[in-house]
Every structure is written in C-alpha cells, then in structure tokens.
C-alpha cells in the first residue's frame, strides 16, 4: 500500500516537473524568438542579420548626406565630412558577410550574387571607390556644399547600379 502510494506520489511530482519543463523550455523559444525581429525572422548575429544591419546604416548615412545637399537637413560641413568618412567605412563592411553559399530564406540577394561573383565584387569595389571620393570632396575647405552633389551622386548609383543586378525587391 505505502509502496502504491508513493508511486502515485511520485507519478503525480514527476507530472508536476514535466509541466514545470515543458513550460520552462516554451519561455525559452518564446524568447529566442522575442529577440528576433519576429518569430521565424533573422537572427542578428547571422551573417545576412550583420549584413542587413550594415546596409541599414549605409541608407541612414548616405540618407543623411543626400539631406544635407538637398535642404531637408541645414548643411555643416564638419558634419557630412564627418558622415562621408563613416559611409566610405561601412562600404567595405557588408561584403564579408555573404557566405559562400546562399541563404535559402529571408535574403533579397539574387542567385547572381554568387554566380556572378566577379562583377558583384566589381561593383563593390565601385562602391568603395565612390565613397573614398567622396571623403576626400567633404574634406576640401572651405565646406560648401555646391561642390558635394557630383560625389554624392557617384555614390548613390553606385547602391542603384547593383541593386539593380543584384537585389529582389
Ligand atoms: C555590390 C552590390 C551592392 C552595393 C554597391 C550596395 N548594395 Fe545594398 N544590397 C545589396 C544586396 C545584394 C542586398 C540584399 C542583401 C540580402 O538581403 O541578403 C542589399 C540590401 C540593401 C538594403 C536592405 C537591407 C535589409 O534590411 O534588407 C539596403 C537598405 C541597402 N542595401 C542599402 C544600400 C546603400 C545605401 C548602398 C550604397 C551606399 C548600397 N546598398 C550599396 C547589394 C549592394
């Protein structure tokens, strides 16, 4: 009897722990996917997470600079010198975070990327070039923003030229 009791006893703690586990590994998914953007989104620390968090930042910064040569922010030199030198940075940033194989969800890269790695590289390295002019235009004094529209340009098709190619949208 005592024994029957104290499996009873037992079968009912081992019901509570198994809930009490269950629950406790649900709180962890549920997190997991808290800390995506949504569930079944990007995990940021991925390699397309860190490259679409970086292209973010180009949009930002080159948003910025456009701005100030287009009215919608009051130009400061300093400022967009400053932005031209963190832009010309993250463009040499995202291009090590496309792994050899392509991703089968959540990118809008093309196939292209990766069978047409030379000329996606080509315009990569387009990119950078633009932006490295593009510093050295923000840094000639005295600032005026008259003499920024040509680089700016430059760099704004150099985004437009391979989303073109290489980007669904
Ligand atoms: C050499 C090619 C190339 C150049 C140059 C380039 N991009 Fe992209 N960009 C891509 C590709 C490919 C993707 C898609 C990435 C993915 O989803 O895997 C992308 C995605 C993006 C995204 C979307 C990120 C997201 O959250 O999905 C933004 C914003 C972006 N690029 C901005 C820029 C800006 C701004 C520039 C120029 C300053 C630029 N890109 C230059 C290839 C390029």
Redesign the pocket.
């Known amino acids: 009897m005592v024994f029957v009791d104290g499996t009873r006893i037992l079968a009912a703690v081992s019901r509570d722990l198994i809930a009490t586990m269950t629950l406790k590994r649900l709180t962890v998914v549920l997190l997991a996917c808290l800390t995506l953007s949504a569930c079944g989104g ?1 995990d940021p620390n991925s390699p ?1 997470g860190q ?3 970086i ?2 930042q ?6 910025n600079l456009g701005g100030m040569l287009r009215g919608r922010i009051p130009f400061d030199g300093a400022k967009f010198a400053e932005g031209a030198v963190k ?1 010309d940075a ?2 040499h940033e ?2 090590k975070h ?1 792994p050899s194989v ?2 089968e969800d ?5 196939d292209d ?1 990766w069978q047409k790695q030379a000329r ?8 950078e070039t ?2 490295g002019e593009l510093v050295i235009a923000s840094q000639v004094q005295p600032y005026k923003a008259g003499n920024l529209g040509p680089a700016v340009q430059k ?2 098709d ?6 073109k ?4 949208h």
Not at 106 to 110: E, G, R, Y
Not at 120 to 127: D, I, K, T
Not at 158 to 163: D, Q, R, S, V, Y
């Open positions: 990007v397309l490259r679409k968090a292209f973010k180009m949009l930002n910064n080159s948003e832009l993250l463009s995202p291009w496309f392509r991703e959540h990118t809008s890269a093309k990327v996606f590289q080509e315009m990569a390295r387009n990119l633009a932006t760099v704004e150099a985004c437009t030229a391979c989303h190619q290489f980007r669904d």
